[in-house]
């Protein structure tokens, strides 16, 4: 059997990968990008109505930043595949669409063999940019569910249409919750929003978006040493949406919307899904992460020499929260809980992850398996390396690594 030899095999053709190729085609290293569907193929397989929740300013992919007329905008779905897509053509990219990586494992020579859909190939070196999304994961209690239920995760979802009639539970209150709780609601379908801890923050704060105010704070530039644990790196990004020009997304604005909230997830008891009696907790934790966030502006900007913005206490909170809901009435069951790194399934380095999953690394190369680097993933550096915002950094960090080689 024939083995196709490159430089440097790059896994995944969204914005980390392209990132890096761009570096690469910079340097002037032969290198294939190996994508098992199309160009920015995450972002193609979001719900319809999706769009960025970080403004389009945030885009800062090298020799692809945005460059529109809406910097404070958020790009809609469709908007960030054709930005990826121009990007890619705008340096030609080598990337091999339709082609399923199976595995990567050591080669005989020494180097990394990636055995694909089409073909082996060797390489001296290899990115895994497979992004910091790649596998759905479920709560306990999920298996409880009937089978006769219509039950998927998020990245099945794409409208209020598809789903059947009937109550809508939404498993998992991050971002992803939030936003499809709040689409179906104004669908005039009943929801229900099964609550977790999340933390929440304004949209804009004094007429800015409250990003732009992070960006001005150590904040993105935190690593998962500055984490309460590693195991933080699996938690709830900020609370909100992009939706409509941007607004405020958080349990208060979904109560007041009509969505009913609930506690954490149980799974099916007797003929009802149960929940913990935990919402008043999970609203706790959000509101101190809000305080967090108004102590750092405020001593960030005392640091600058600036007025720091003011942020007034969270209004209160009440909700009468069902401990159970009847299946009968129940239409369907979106899980949004979450991703977890599926790097053991397909990498036959088992030494070279962590027990959550991560890779053990520096710097984005690998600590264990000499040739093997990373990007895309959640905490790879710090706090902003999942982000279009910060892989381009990333990226540039690991090219200096490869050159070295």
Known sequence: MTVERVKVAVVGGGQAGLAISYELTDAGVDHAVIERGRVGQSWRTRWDSFCLVTPNWTVQLPGGEYAGHDPNGFMPRDEIVAHLETYAASFGAPVREGVDVWSVEPAASGQLLLRTSAGDVEAEAVVLATGAYQKPNRPAGAETLPSSLHVIDSELYTNPDMLPPGKVLVVGSGQTGCQIAEELNEADREVLLACGRAPWGP???????????????????????????????????????????????????????????????????????????????????????????GKLLRSSCVKRGIRPPDL???????????????????????????????????????????????????????????????????????????????????????????AGR
């Not at 040493?225 to 949406?241: E, F, K, M, V, W």
């Not at 680097?373 to 490869?402: C, M, P």
């Open 203 to 293: 949209r804009r704060i004094e007429g800015r978006d409250t990003l732009s105010w992070l960006v001005e704070t150590p904040f993105m530039e935190q690593t998962v040493a500055d984490l309460p644990s590693p195991r933080a790196r699996l938690g709830a990004n900020i609370q909100g949406t992009g939706r409509g020009g941007g607004h405020d997304l958080h349990y208060r604005t979904l109560l007041a919307a009509g969505v009913t909230l609930c506690g954490h997830f149980l799974g099916v008891e007797d003929v009802g899904v149960g929940f913990a009696d935990d919402l008043a907790d999970s609203v706790a934790f959000g509101d101190d992460r809000y305080r967090d966030l």
């Open 312 to 402: 007034p206490p969270p209004e209160p909170f009440e909700a009468d929260a069902p401990d159970r809901v009847d299946l009968e009435g129940l239409g369907a069951v979106i899980f949004t809980a979450g991703y977890r790194p599926d790097y053991k399934r397909w990498v036959h380095f088992p030494n070279a992850f962590d027990e959550l999953g991560f890779p053990i690394q520096h710097d984005g190369a690998s600590s264990v398996v000499p040739g093997l680097y990373f990007l895309g993933t959640h905490f790879l550096r710090n706090r902003k390396s999942s982000l279009l915002l910060g892989v381009g950094e990333d990226a540039r960090i690991i090219i200096e690594q490869l």
